[in-house]
């Protein structure tokens, strides 16, 4: 079965960083992107960007390049996501996804409270 | 970066009722299109991929349909757990885009 799994919720100050993490399970890691996607409370769904665990290759939105670091680890099939310089627009759901064209799995999403 | 425009943002349906929701591609999108539902607090879930194929395990009432810029999902028969938040995914070109999406309430 595959499953993606979340670390928990974060709560940060503004200007500090965060590193969200997605565990993998139940498949190669490295024969999927995994993807991130962000959501603001109670608004649509906004994709940040994708890696290949294979090589470590990234691709950003063009918005969140200066915001988001992705990594992934093979050794622990795990996929990590560094947010920098936290403003309450970061306040938001972030998921990780696994993908092709469309994503089947999803992690179950990291709190992320950006506040003084 | 391909927009997806979805419509309508909210609708209300009885029980029973069939419900369209439309998403228009700003260019073709040669069915790369998936649709999601998403409960309060949840992960959206797969219902329909490659635009007409049914996720396993999703009751057959859903349907997707629509070709090139032009894609719609159906509720044949508006049942209380269909109540949620739906989007439509374009996975043509990267990077991937959401549709706005649309709430969907029992009336």
Known sequence: EVQLQQSGPELQRP???????CKASGYTFTEYYMYW????PKQGLELIGRIDPEDGSTDYVEKFKNK????????????YMQLSSLTSEDTATYFC???THWFAYWGQGTLVTVSS | DIQMTQSPASLSASLGETISIECR???????NLAWYQQKSGKSPQLLIYAANRLQDGVPSRFSGSGSGTQYSLKISGMQ???????F??????FPYTFGAGTKLELK
């Open chain 1, 15 to 21: 200007g500090a960083s965060v590193k969200l993490s």
């Open chain 1, 37 to 40: 996607v962000k959501q603001r």
């Open chain 1, 68 to 79: 988001a670091t992705l990594t992934a680890d093979t050794s622990s099939n795990t996929a």
């Open chain 1, 97 to 99: 996804a696994r993908g």
């Open chain 2, 25 to 31: 591609a700003s260019e073709d999108i040669y069915s």
């Open chain 2, 80 to 86: 209380p757990e269909d109540e949620g938040d739906y």
């Open chain 2, 88 to 93: 439509c995914l374009q996975g043509s070109k």
